[in-house]
Antibody, heavy 118, light 111 residues
Framework: QVQLVQSGAEVKKPGASVKVSCKAS????????IHWVRQAPGQDLEWMGW????????KYAQKFQGRVTMTRDTSISTAYMELSRLGSDDTAVYYC???????????WGQGTMVTVSS | QSALTQPPSASGSPGQSVTISCTGT?????????VSWYQQHPGKAPKLIIY???KRPSGVPDRFSGSKSGNTASLTVSGLQAEDEADYYC???????????FGTGTKVTVL
């Protein structure tokens, strides 16, 4: 079946970086954009950016410009999101999601909890 | 880009209907027919229930319907069921440097 499977939970110290992976299966990986969305504990969803698995093109939310890097490896149908210079307010669940319908996210990964703590 | 405005909570008895609003601006909700809605149960990933304002993905019950008037989109859940108790988020495309914005979320309680 169509699914996105993310890497496991991470604990990082302030100032460090984290890289989360998102492995796609059950569909043509290069056929749909992958978006990244995060949700701090008890808070709302926040869109971070997208990557085109086909071309590698990216678009990031202004808030994360200079701190986020989205990449992909088409040979293993996996997208990555790396966030640097972590602070305590980056503690959140990070989701990847597929855009198969225009401007909508139809399949989501299970989420990856990233905790930033000294 | 500010978050879209949703009421914090809504409720209804089983079998009743509940409508959730999502208010933005002419730069997002009012400017594009790219409003989507997501249902999120506690500890789970969001699930797409409406896209392009009114369309339902395969497998989503027709109890869920979407609409838009001006800068405000709405989600209606008819014939409320216990499993509809969840958080609901709207999202709109904006066409700007921050191309997607989510709503502030609405907790739906089935009484």
């Amino acid at each position: 079946q169509v699914q996105l499977v993310q890497s496991g939970a991470e604990v990082k110290k302030p100032g460090a970086s984290v890289k989360v992976s998102c492995k796609a299966s059950g569909y043509t990986f290069t056929g749909s954009y992958i978006h990244w969305v995060r949700q701090a504990p008890g808070q709302d969803l926040e869109w971070m950016g997208w990557i085109s698995p086909n071309s590698g093109a990216t678009k990031y939310a202004q808030k994360f410009q200079g701190r986020v890097t989205m990449t992909r490896d088409t040979s293993i149908s996996t997208a990555y999101m790396e966030l640097s210079r972590l602070g305590s307010d980056d503690t959140a669940v990070y989701y990847c999601a597929r855009e198969a319908f225009p401007k909508a996210f139809d399949i989501w990964g299970q989420g990856t909890m990233v905790t930033v703590s000294s | 880009q500010s978050a879209l405005t949703q009421p914090p909570s809504a409720s209804g008895s089983p079998g009743q209907s509940v409508t959730i609003s999502c208010t933005g601006t002419s730069s997002d909700v009012g400017g594009y027919n790219y409003v989507s809605w997501y249902q999120q149960h506690p500890g789970k990933a969001p699930k797409l229930i409406i896209y392009e304002v009114t369309k339902r993905p395969s497998g989503v019950p027709d109890r869920f319907s979407g609409s838009k008037s001006g800068n405000t989109a709405s989600l209606t859940v008819s014939g409320l069921q216990a499993e509809d108790e969840a958080d609901y988020y709207c999202n709109s495309y904006t066409g700007s440097n921050n191309p997607y914005v989510f709503g502030t979320g609405t907790k739906v309680t089935v009484l």
